[in-house]
Structure formats: structure tokens, C-alpha cells
């Protein structure tokens, strides 16, 4: 029995007590009409509370057997009172209250409790945010852990609701996927629910079925958990303006609705608490309630790239010929990474840059193997906030596949590219973070630097 329902049947059994109360005075002043009331309203109690037992812990259950002695007897003492026959107070009474004590003990000491947990990712690519806590989940013995990938669309141009997109035949083979059209969460009331898009109605480029807003999840759990799918440079606490560039991140719907917010360090917990008293001033918010809401447990993300092993990968044999030397030796491998906040910033310059730097490294393919690996939503990105560039990148991207002398990885498999690579080349973005942590060198790019030539004090990149 989830904990949830745990707490249904308890307050069923409250009620019930206060009906026998109710019923004991009625029959006491003769009201039968006010005792017929409250003995259907028992028997209603009573038949639901043995129906949820039932579909929790199956048929044949004690406490299922006491309800149904408890609903014979409300019925017997329902039909001494249709007939106008003495009904004796104390021993009908004490009967009704000597069962519905067994049934309260039985509920409360023999029936397991259970935590059914739902995990909400919506892109594979971002599964690694939540794959660690879902571990820990599916092996305890007492949590029934639910994996339901949720649909999401991309945005037009003028906000309406595009492409529908559903992925979830991209996780990893150990993950048992339910599908989110048979699961009922209504039904279900799962004790918890875990998202890691907080973006609801907010996000300009996709969203998420609007069923899946957090404001909306929150009607069907106690406890809503959001964990952020990315990681930010950690906060300089010293710096005064640290919270300007953290602020958007702290101010979604996600945050607000959910119950619990677990961000990647103390640091980052301070300046989201921060960032939020401030937001939800004379808004019945206070510091405390968001100290009580914010947790600095870390991120899973960071977990799962630190556990991934280069030996223990399976390298698609595509990639193999391109990483291989005739001798059999590795070249170097760097991840080429290309983000959408550049991409918004700079636009045609931008792909400009993306032109220069293949031709760079197709020079070089002798001695470096590149990886690139675009945003996982940077053409839906495209298509929603730049349009006029959408053709121009896409040729980019067919040609480069079609020349093959690179890998272009599209794939979920983030933590791959992460323990593969030998450096990072690319934009400011959370896979500098989990590249830092692994020790891998980190170059950002200057998208101003576009000639073949350098001119000036402009810098290819710069090294952090």
C-alpha cells in the first residue's frame, strides 16, 4: 500500500469513528432517519476502504475480510432500524467500534507500506539527470520506481504547438519504460514525482504536454521533486552580481510548484534560496520555507559521467574507423559541442564559425578524431527563433555527415562522448562543468572569430 493511500484509509477509518459517534447519539434521541443516514454513509466507507485494499494488496486480505463482517453487521443494525426494531446502544456500539479497531491495526501494522515513485524525463539525452536516483528507487525493496517518458512539442515561431516528439524507445535496455497513455495518475496518486523540465508554458523553443506542467502534477502527489537536467558553473558567493546570471534558472514554474528542488552544490543552493526570497516577497514566501525547499545534494549527471568507463563502452564501429589510425591507435578525440545560447546571440555568425571550425579539423583529421555534438535542441531552436538559418544549418550538418571523416553524435548517450574525449572544444555550457570534473581540458570558442587569419587581440578560444 503506497503511503498515500495509507493516509486515504486512515482518514476513511477517522471518518468512520465519527459516523459511529453520530449514529450512537441518533439512536439514543430515536432519530431513525439521521441512523439510516450515517449507516449508508458507513457502508459507503466501508465498501471504498475494502476496494482500495483490494487493489493494492489483492484479494482474500485480512483487513478486506473484517470490512466485509463490518458492512454485514451495518447492515443488520440498517435493517433493525428500517423495521422500527430496539436497537441496544452500547452493544452496537462497542460491536461496530471493536471491528473497525481490528481493521485500523491491521491497515496500520500488517499491511507493507509502499513508495511508488514516477520519473518524468522527457528527452533521452537528458536522462542522466535523473538515472541515478531512479537506481536507488528501483533497488529498494519497498519502492515501486515508474520510468514514463512524456511527450513534447516543438514551438512554432508564433508559440503554437509544432511537431510532437516521444522518445521513449531511446533509453538504455535496463530501463523498464511505461508508457505514459496507460499509466493513470489520477487513479494512482503516486507518493512522488520526479520532472527535470521546469519550464511548463515558459520555454520558447519546446514544450511539454501541458498535462505535464508541474502546476498540473502537482494535484496528483504530495511530493513533487524537480532535479535540473543541466549543470551551471559553480557561484562565486563573493561576486554581487552572481545572482543576475543565475536568476532565470531559479524563477520557473518548475521551482516554484515543486515540493523539493535538488540543485548541484551548497553554493548553488544558497543563490538559489537567495534569488527565490527575494521573487516570492509578499508572496507568503519566506527564507525559511525555501531553505526547507532547496537542497544541495548534487546532480546525478555529475554522478553518471564520474561512473562511465572508457573500457567499458560500446563504440558503434562507424566511429571506430574514423577515431583508428591505420596503426590501430587512437587519435585524439575532441568533443566539438554547440550550443543554442550562442547560437541565439550570434545567428549567422555563428554558423559562419560552425563552417570554419569543420574546415579546421578536417585539416587535421590525420591526427584528431572530432566528435561533434550539437544541444539536443538547438534545430528545434532554430526553427522556432531563427528561422531563415534552418536550411543553411542543415546543409552544414547533412554535409558533414555525408563527408564522414567526423562523428556526429545525436544520440542520448552524453556520458559516451564525455569518457571518450580527450579535450572540449565548443561553447560555455553545462558539459564544460561535467568535462571539469573529469579532468578533460576546455577551450571555448570566440564565435567573433571567424577569418583564417587572426586579427587584432581576437583569440580562437580561450582555455579554462
Known amino acids: 500500500m503506497k503511503i498515500a493511500q495509507k493516509k486515504l484509509a486512515e482518514e476513511y477509518i477517522k471518518l468512520l469513528n465519527q459516523a ?31 476496494n482500495m485494499i483490494e487493489e493494492t494488496e489483492g484479494e482474500g486480505s485480512v483487513a478486506v475480510q473484517l470490512l466485509e463482517d463490518y458492512c454485514e453487521r451495518v447492515y443488520q443494525i440498517y435493517v433493525k432500524n428500517s423495521e422500527e426494531e430496539t436497537i441496544h446502544v452500547s452493544k452496537t456500539y462497542k460491536g461496530l467500534h471493536r471491528l473497525l479497531v481490528q481493521i485500523e491495526n491491521c491497515i496500520k501494522y500488517e499491511m507493507e507500506m509502499r513508495i511508488e515513485a514516477v520519473f518524468l524525463p522527457y528527452k533521452a539525452s537528458m536522462w542522466d539527470s535523473m538515472e541515478s536516483v531512479w537506481k536507488a528507487a528501483d533497488e529498494d525493496s519497498d519502492c515501486d520506481a515508474y520510468v514514463i517518458p512524456i511527450p513534447y512539442y516543438d514551438k512554432n515561431p508564433d508559440g503554437s504547438f509544432g511537431k510532437e516528439h516521444y522518445e521513449g524507445n531511446q533509453y538504455p535496455d535496463y530501463v523498464p519504460i511505461t508508457r505514459y497513455d496507460t499509466y493513470d495518475f489520477e487513479t494512482r496518486q503516486p507518493d512522488i514525482i520526479f520532472i527535470h523540465n521546469p519550464y511548463d508554458e515558459c520555454n520558447y ?12 502534477l502537482k494535484l496528483f502527489t504530495n511530493r513533487l521533486v524537480y532535479m535540473p537536467y543541466f549543470i551551471l558553473g559553480e557561484p562565486d558567493l563573493e561576486d554581487s552580481d552572481v545572482e543576475d546570471g543565475i536568476a532565470h534558472f531559479c524563477t520557473c514554474p518548475g521551482v516554484l510548484h515543486a515540493d523539493k528542488v535538488i540543485v548541484q552544490s551548497e553554493g548553488m543552493r544558497k543563490v538559489y534560496i537567495d534569488v527565490m526570497t527575494k521573487y516570492t516577497a509578499g508572496c507568503g514566501m519566506t527564507r525559511k520555507d525555501w531553505e526547507k525547499k532547496i537542497l544541495g545534494l548534487g546532480s546525478p549527471k555529475v554522478e553518471k559521467i564520474v561512473n562511465t568507463k572508457k573500457e567499458e563502452l560500446k563504440i558503434p564501429e562507424k566511429w571506430l574507423q574514423i577515431i583508428q589510425k591505420p596503426d590501430g591507435t ?18 549567422e555568425t555563428y554558423v559562419e564559425k560552425m563552417k570554419r571550425v569543420l574546415l579546421i579539423f578536417q585539416e587535421a583529421q590525420d591526427k ?46 552524453l556520458d559516451r562522448a564525455i569518457a571518450l574525449a580527450d579535450v572540449y572544444y565548443g561553447d560555455e555550457s ?27 587581440n581576437k583569440q580562437e578560444c580561450k582555455i579554462i
Not at 453520530?22 to 443516514?37: F, L, N, P, S
Not at 450515517?38 to 465498501?47: D, K, M, S, V
Not at 550539437?374 to 528545434?380: D, G, K, T, V, Y
Open 368 to 413: 584528431i578524431a572530432l566528435l561533434w555534438r550539437p544541444h539536443p535542441l538547438i534545430q528545434e531552436t532554430i526553427s522556432s527563433m531563427r528561422p531563415y538559418l534552418l536550411k543553411e544549418y542543415e546543409r552544414l550538418v547533412e554535409q558533414y555527415k555525408k563527408e564522414g571523416w567526423g562523428i556526429y553524435d545525436d544520440t542520448p548517450d
Open 205 to 216: 523553443v519546446t514544450s511539454v504536454h501541458p498535462f505535464f506542467y508541474s502546476k498540473n
Open 430 to 456: 553545462s558539459m564544460v562543468q561535467l568535462c571539469q570534473k573529469v579532468g578533460i581540458p576546455v577551450m571555448i570558442q570566440n564565435i567573433e572569430m571567424i577569418d583564417s587569419i587572426p586579427k587584432g
Open 330 to 347: 587512437w587519435k585524439k578525440i575532441c568533443i566539438y559541442n554547440t550550443g543554442v545560447s550562442a547560437l541565439l546571440q550570434h545567428s
Open 20 to 50: 459511529h459517534q453520530g449514529m450512537k447519539r441518533a439512536i439514543e434521541i430515536k432519530k431513525r432517519d439521521v441512523t439510516r443516514d450515517l449507516l449508508e454513509q458507513c457502508q459507503e466507507l466501508a465498501i471504498r476502504l475494502g
